[in-house]
């Protein structure tokens, strides 16, 4: 049980154009869903923490603008890297749990590897 | 300043030999301690949660202990096995807010 997922795996996008990934969680209700970006040889850094149907709440120095989040439904978020930018480039976990709160277990998603040329 | 630190930051063991990794935090107020195994290019996945009145919690061959008190953590991996090189991210829990470790990378060796 807790399974989540995230499509696409990997992506090579061209300077400018939008990215979207979508994390999916797949035999239980998530409350609440976090992104993640890592860098390489970095642990997580959290990027927003979003509830099923509210406003995701960004942490300090993450551009709302730049980073679309949507939680649609208890199943899935997605994340889109508007015109995205070279600098943009990096892992991109979310994860999911059941709890509302950051104290709740978390299931995490297997990544999506984002190359921006 | 990183309110968890953990140690070492890269470790190398032969296969078959014990380990131990560090984690100490001042993240407070405290809710849960979690541990992580995450392989390179993958997600995380939960080893273990503690919350402030478990001292010790073993998964198969990894186990994690805590004392409150002194803001200490710590994971012992037995008998290691060439799939356990990983890197193993601690994270710290407060009502409303959770801080991740640096991570100590795992590499064992045959």
């Known amino acids: 049980g807790a399974v989540v997922s995230q499509h696409p795996s990997r992506v090579i996008c061209k300077s400018g154009t939008s990215v979207k990934i979508e994390c999916r969680s797949l035999d239980f209700q998530a409350t609440t869903m976090f992104w993640y970006r890592q860098f390489p040889k970095q642990s997580l850094m959290l990027m927003a923490t979003s509830n099923e149907g509210s406003k995701a709440t960004y942490e300090q120095g993450v551009e709302k603008d730049k980073f679309l989040i949507n939680h649609a439904s208890l199943t899935l978020s997605t994340l889109t890297v508007t015109s995205a930018h070279p600098e943009d480039s990096s892992f991109y976990i979310c994860s999911a749990s059941p709890g509302s709160g950051k104290n709740y277990e978390q299931y995490f998603g297997p990544g999506t590897r984002l190359t921006v040329t | 300043k990183n309110q968890v630190e953990q140690s070492p930051q890269s470790l190398i063991i032969l296969e078959g030999k014990n380990c131990t990794l560090q984690?100490?935090?001042?993240?407070?107020?405290?809710?849960?301690l979690r541990w992580y195994k995450q392989d390179t290019g993958r997600g995380p996945v939960s080893l273990t949660i503690?919350?402030?009145?478990?001292n010790t919690k073993s998964n198969g061959r990894y186990t994690a202990t805590l004392d409150a008190d002194t803001k200490q953590s710590s994971l012992h991996i037995t008998a290691s096995q060439l799939s356990d090189s990983a890197s193993y991210i601690c994270v710290v829990s407060a009502p409303n807010d959770m801080r991740f470790g640096a991570g100590t990378r795992l590499t064992v060796k045959p």
């Open positions: 503690m919350t402030f009145s478990e």
């Open positions: 984690c100490n935090y001042t993240v407070s107020p405290f809710s849960n």
